[in-house]
């Protein structure tokens, strides 16, 4: 069978302007924050809600073969899990997994009048709310791209869709899913996760490698209650002095170096070419999109090293502090302890666990004054660096780039974490990978006026139906 790619992109087109669209205005409507964020989040009920609304889309759609299934374990947030029999000409033993999530970050302040985190507003073809375009629109897309193939007369191999609920949370409950499943799931020959960034919304962007995400809390005890500041300053260290004398050992303050040698990796030489390609003609407009305040800049001398510290090099955030209240409420008080949550992104082939170890040497060795100094990591995720494309894959995506936006191909590292990838990639090592998605300039995912660029969506989705049918032709020898 030979795929008739110009029925690709009016097809995607108009189910996304009839179908999805309506589906992601539903679903950025509940508010599903994902299980670390909302420890009541079974009872409330939201993440049943939002994989009932993509159940019942899936189960509307004229797919050859499909079956539509919720799968849910003791204690752990449900998967939706899709199977589609081979079509066409393809083989009956070449699986593709398309994998995505349902679960969301927090709403988070700062959201434009008029805009908010559940109330889904479209503007300028940019659908704005929680979770449009992270992640929720990837069961659709994926069902929508196999529907795509199967319309257009191509072919594609047996394809499972697993749409999880836990991503935002760092995927605690899929390994057991994965596990679970493995039977269903199969070895797939390849991976599609929709779970990316794009660089611009001119072309399609494959991520080709991803950092890990340590998350610590650090705190800093030094009295048993809080005492008059008056009385006690000059005596008493401050818990939040000693905390910052010891993250000085973690970062540089003025380069926001970080100092561990276990967080560090050798870059490989195939993706030092990668990023300086990119820098050299789009690495303003990757690294300067950020909503700066005026007169504010990025770090870095130049784009390339910007590129390189956002893919390649760990980078630490702190995201959260306790022990200190508000301002309004703030007494003259020598505060009885202090406690910082980090977030350090590392670099592909750093070992997540290890990493952490030695950042808890490092803050807990002799600390100042005795004071009690405690490290938690509350999670260890390792990144992934993609292995070498196949010559049929990197064809197909180049192929895909030029029918749906006229322009070629782009491939670069992100900064972020997707834990089932480095999972997918020990698991299944010889697996080939498509890694994309909409997160571009200014979509803003986890912060506020996150927005889904709807035409980029619709692209995607073309891209996605020609590389499963490429890949099944692939498979026919």
Not at 87 to 115: C, I, N
Request: charged share 20%; aromatic share 6%; hydrophobic share 40%.
């Amino acid at each position: 069978m030979t795929i008739d790619h110009t029925a690709i992109g009016p097809f995607t087109d108009e189910v996304w302007e009839h179908e999805i669209l309506p589906m992601l205005t539903e679903y950025i409507r509940i508010p599903n924050v994902s299980e670390a964020y909302d420890a009541g989040w079974a009872e409330a009920g939201h993440m049943d809600r939002a994989v009932e609304l993509a159940r019942a889309w899936c189960e509307t759609r004229e797919v050859a073969g499909l079956t539509v299934e919720v799968v849910r374990l003791p204690d752990r947030s449900p998967v939706l899990l899709l199977e589609i029999p081979p079509f066409g000409s393809a083989g009956a033993d070449d699986t593709v997994l398309l994998y995505g999530h349902l679960d969301k970050q927090p709403p988070m302040h700062g959201w434009r009048e008029g805009l908010g985190p559940w109330e889904p507003v479209l503007i300028d073809g940019r659908l704005y709310g929680r979770g449009g375009a992270d992640d929720g629109y990837a069961v659709f897309a994926s069902l929508t791209a196999v529907e795509a193939v199967q319309r257009a007369g191509g072919s594609h191999g047996r394809c499972v869709v697993l749409i999880e609920c836990s991503e935002e949370s760092g995927s605690p409950d899929l390994p057991d899913y994965v596990e679970h499943l493995a039977g269903r799931i199969g070895t797939p020959g390849l991976v599609v996760c929709l779970d990316s960034f794009c660089g611009d919304y001119e072309r399609l962007w494959t991520t080709t490698s991803l950092r890990g995400n340590l998350i610590l809390r650090v705190r800093v005890d030094i009295l048993t209650e809080g005492v008059h500041s008056g009385s006690s300053g000059g005596v008493v260290p401050s818990s939040t002095r000693i905390l910052r004398h010891l993250l000085d050992r973690l970062e540089d303050s003025g380069t926001g170096e970080l100092l561990v040698p276990e967080l560090h990796v050798e870059i490989p030489d195939g993706r030092k070419a990668e990023l300086a390609a990119v820098a050299a003609d789009l690495g303003r407009e990757l690294t300067e999109v950020f909503p700066f305040v005026p007169g504010a800049g990025p770090m870095g001398a130049d784009p390339l090293e910007r590129l390189t510290n956002k893919t390649w090099r760990p980078s630490l955030a702190y995201t959260g502090i306790d022990g200190i209240p508000p301002g309004a409420q703030a007494g003259n008080v020598l505060r009885p302890f202090t406690e910082m949550t980090l977030s350090i992104r590392v670099p592909p082939g750093v070992d997540a666990a290890a990493a952490g170890a030695a950042v808890e040497r490092t803050l807990t060795a002799d600390p100042p004054y005795g004071a009690k100094v405690t490290v938690t990591v509350a999670s260890a995720e390792d990144g992934w660096d993609a292995p070498p494309t196949a010559p049929w894959l990197a064809a197909a995506t180049e192929a895909a780039s030029q029918q749906a936006f006229g322009k070629p191909l782009r491939s670069l590292g992100e900064g972020g974490t997707i834990p089932f990838m480095a999972m997918l990639g020990r698991r299944f090592p010889e697996a080939q990978y498509l890694l994309t998605g909409v997160l571009g300039p200014g979509s803003n995912a986890h912060g506020p006026n996150e927005f889904l660029h709807v035409e980029m969506g619709k692209r995607v989705t073309a891209c996605v139906a020609a590389v499963l049918d490429a890949h099944a032709r692939r498979a026919q020898g």
